[in-house]
């Protein structure tokens, strides 16, 4: 049938996009400089729409802590009262072409990682990662996370950016995904080879950038502790490919998943800017000492981009030393993983060859009429919150994405073509 070859066309068209994407990071900059909408009391969050009063404990702490960062309150109660009180407006980061780790809460004075698809025009953005222990995005907002907020803001974020303007064009991230695939990267819980190639990348200029000493060893020094800074900047590439794709009409091919703690949601192609959700599910893996599953707070986070755009969980043969991580197994269950995933999926990105797949590309373009066909879901590596906030990250494992996100998904583009699902 003529709609069936339009749908193939289209689903290609997308596959075609986000191959020949080409994300660069240019710059580092203050949110409010990018993102308008951050120009007020303004929070952005991770997952679909959202209102304070569905959101879990972490997300809310996130909250208070950037109410505490940007000086809108000068103290945890009166941070509340704000938040209670309806005077902050919440907007999603996907509905800014943003993505958030965890609660992805960003406020407008928080410096973002800018990337652009040179290959199709449009930008991405994404907060930089904060490192381990109490952070801002598992729900921590202690002085110590403000603090750290600080020094982000006012060292950190300064000095990469006049890295960054120092490199011709900007940082070129296809070449490292590349590089730090073949190192054992899956680039959603495991990116401590992207991150230091991506270190080694800008060291140089570092070193000769008009900065004092202290803070060339202080943001050396940051970036070599922190394994999962790549993260950010993977999330914030995966974003800028998946939305070229996005306005492709008849495609059936999944441009977004995200969490937000209360709800899981899915964008497809052909579908334009609508959420299909479903109630989200809670990560089930391994535990830091003195935590287990009764303390694990349900799904978060805008990170899934990174499934999405076929890494992450989907990859995980590419990164066989994840699975002891979040209790998965070894390289078999890797392998398995992965290849349920292309079961689901209509191509791979040669762009991303897996020496551990016989120099397979990644998996590529989630189709949800595979999905439901097959009722297999997407799996997602992902770290695992506390339900309390203030405590912080508790382990790491892996969630399925709900079923029924895809039917509802696959209903609503059978009733777009006027044909039965």
């Known amino acids: 049938m003529r709609v069936f070859s339009k749908i193939d066309e289209a689903n290609q068209a997308v596959i075609e996009k986000v191959k020949n994407s080409q994300p660069f990071l240019l710059d580092i900059v203050p949110a409010k400089s990018v993102i308008s909408e951050l120009n007020g009391k303004v929070l952005l969050h991770a997952g679909p729409p959202m209102e304070?009063?569905?959101?879990?404990?972490?997300?809310?702490?996130?909250?208070?802590?950037?109410?505490?960062?940007?000086?809108?309150?000068d103290n945890e109660?009166?941070?509340?009262?704000?938040?209670?009180g309806g005077e902050i407006q919440f907007i999603p980061c996907h509905h800014v072409s943003a993505v958030g780790p965890m609660?992805?809460?960003?406020?407008?004075?928080?410096?973002?990682?800018?990337?652009?698809?040179?290959?199709?025009?449009?930008?991405?953005?994404?907060?930089?990662?904060?490192?381990?222990?109490?952070?801002?995005?598992?729900?921590?907002?202690s002085e110590e996370v403000i603090n750290r907020l600080n020094w982000m803001r006012d060292v950190l974020g300064p000095s990469l950016s006049k890295v960054l303007k120092s490199m011709d064009g900007g940082l070129n991230v296809n070449v490292i995904i590349g590089k730090a695939i073949t190192m054992g990267d899956e680039f959603h819980q495991r990116n401590i080879?992207?991150?230091?190639?991506?270190?080694?990348?800008?060291?140089?200029?570092?070193?000769?950038?008009?900065?004092?000493?202290?803070?060339?060893?202080?943001?050396?020094?940051?970036?070599?502790?922190?394994?999962?800074?790549?993260?950010?900047?993977?999330?914030?590439?995966?974003?800028?490919?998946?939305?070229?794709?996005?306005?492709?009409?008849?495609?059936?091919?999944?441009?977004?998943?995200?969490?937000?703690?209360?709800?899981?949601?899915?964008?497809v192609s052909g579908l334009g800017d609508r959420w299909f959700t479903a109630p989200v599910n809670t990560p089930e893996g391994l535990f830091f000492t003195g935590y287990s599953q009764d303390d694990a707070n349900p799904d978060m986070g805008d990170s899934a981009i990174t499934e999405t755009f076929g890494v992450g969980g989907m990859a995980m043969v590419a990164a066989p030393g994840v699975t002891r991580f979040i209790g998965a197994g070894g390289f078999d269950n890797a392998l398995a993983i992965s290849n349920e995933m292309s079961e689901i999926c209509i191509a791979y990105n040669s762009n991303y060859a897996i020496p551990t797949w016989n120099?397979?590309?990644?998996?590529?373009?989630?189709?949800?009429?595979?999905?439901?066909?097959?009722?297999?879901?997407?799996?997602?590596?992902?770290?695992?919150?506390?339900?309390?906030?203030?405590?912080?990250q508790v382990g790491a494992g892996t969630v399925r994405v709900p079923f029924g996100c895809f039917e509802q998904a696959l209903i609503a583009y059978a009733e777009k073509l006027g044909i039965e699902a």
Request: glycine fraction near 12%; hydrophobic fraction near 45%.
């Open 52 to 73: 304070w009063g569905q959101m879990t404990d972490p997300m809310r702490g996130s909250c208070v802590g950037a109410v505490l960062f940007e000086g809108w309150a």
């Open 193 to 267: 080879a992207a991150s230091l190639v991506f270190l080694k990348e800008i060291a140089p200029h570092l070193t000769v950038a008009d900065l004092d000493e202290k803070t060339k060893y202080d943001v050396m020094k940051f970036l070599a502790d922190t394994d999962q800074f790549f993260l950010n900047i993977m999330m914030a590439s995966s974003k800028a490919a998946m939305d070229a794709a996005r306005s492709v009409e008849y495609g059936t091919i999944v441009t977004a998943m995200t969490r937000n703690g209360h709800e899981f949601g899915i964008r």
């Open 359 to 392: 120099f397979q590309g990644t998996c590529l373009g989630i189709d949800i009429r595979k999905v439901v066909e097959t009722g297999i879901t997407p799996i997602i590596n992902t770290g695992i919150a506390h339900k309390q906030a203030g405590v912080g």
């Open 103 to 141: 609660g992805g809460i960003t406020s407008g004075n928080m410096p973002v990682l800018v990337v652009e698809n040179k290959e199709h025009g449009n930008r991405a953005y994404c907060t930089m990662n904060e490192g381990i222990g109490k952070v801002l995005r598992f729900g921590a907002y």
């Open 77 to 84: 109660a009166k941070a509340r009262q704000m938040l209670e």
